[in-house]
């Protein structure tokens, strides 16, 4: 789904999670994630033991231009070191583990992300390698394990699929969009006079094709239309746009059926 746009401002979460990938295995996947941390605003990747070093060329396509990740992208020896600055840190994974740790689904993880980052509390999300996920050494180190909510007969999600689902529930916290909203394009809503013409434009034509049959019901009809087109909000070109289709649709086949008619009224 693309949608970039270089004119629109770049949002960075300088204090949103850091994105831990614990012995990523192929620089693709890097990339993928990568790319999935841009599109939400996060830019803090921390890297350990990656199968194939670092960097990688591999993760250069894959990311899509999100470089300032790649370039601010940082390598640990171990899981210890690149938490090391960090408050609170969460798990990935969808394994029962042996051990009693707070389970919590990606929604309240964003939540509590967001809390502790109000606070100026520093904040981590760990995800293991593709193959076999975090160890249970990873999963000691961290305050509670996200597991995200999935098919049990289908619960594997790959690396990039993981990052993206996290991002965005952390993004969403901190959103100010609206659930709903339509946007507004360099448009002039329709005015009174312009919709008077539509509908005296309309009625005449349907009167002329014998839709209004009933003298009772045709006050009622009449305004049944009205109505509708009133509520909805029509743009001085949509407007126009709705008169060309009566207009279409009173002419039948063009210029061409209007000169015959026109040869028939004489007649």
């Not at 192929?26 to 194939?52: Q, S, W």
């Not at 370039?71 to 690149?82: G, H, I, N, Q």
């Not at 699929?161 to 952390?170: C, D, G, K, R």
């Not at 329709?190 to 008077?196: G, N």
Request: glycine share 8%.
């Amino acid at each position: 789904m693309a949608g970039t746009n270089s004119l629109e401002n770049e949002i960075i979460h300088v204090r949103g999670p850091a994105i831990i990938l614990i012995g990523a295995q192929l620089g693709e996947n890097i990339g993928k994630a990568v790319r999935a941390m841009y599109n939400f605003g996060l830019t803090d990747l921390r890297l350990v033991a990656p199968r194939d070093g670092w960097p990688n060329p591999d993760a250069i396509p894959a990311a899509a231009g999100a470089d300032i990740v790649l370039d601010k992208a940082r390598v640990f020896d171990s899981t210890a070191e690149a938490i090391a600055d960090l408050a609170y840190v969460y798990a990935t994974t969808a394994r029962r583990r042996d051990m009693i740790k707070t389970v919590i689904t990606p929604r309240k993880c964003a939540e509590l992300m967001r809390s502790h980052s109000d606070g100026g509390q520093k904040i981590g999300l760990l995800f293991g390698p593709e193959k076999a996920g975090l160890t249970n050494d990873d999963v000691a180190l961290c305050d509670a394990i996200v597991s995200v909510p999935l098919n049990p007969a289908f619960a594997s999600i790959n690396l990039a699929q993981a990052v993206i689902l996290m991002s965005y529930e952390w993004f969403q916290t901190g959103s100010d969009q609206p659930e709903q909203y339509t946007p507004q394009l360099d448009t002039t809503p329709a005015s009174s006079d312009d919709l008077q013409k539509l509908f005296d434009h309309m009625e005449a034509e349907l009167t002329e094709a014998g839709y209004f049959r009933h003298d009772q019901r045709r006050p009622t009809m009449k305004r049944n239309l009205r109505n509708i087109f009133k509520r909805s909000e029509l743009t001085r070109e949509e407007v126009s746009t709705l008169r060309g289709v009566v207009k279409a649709l009173a002419t039948g086949g063009g210029p061409g059926w209007i000169a015959e008619k026109a040869e028939k009224n004489k007649e």
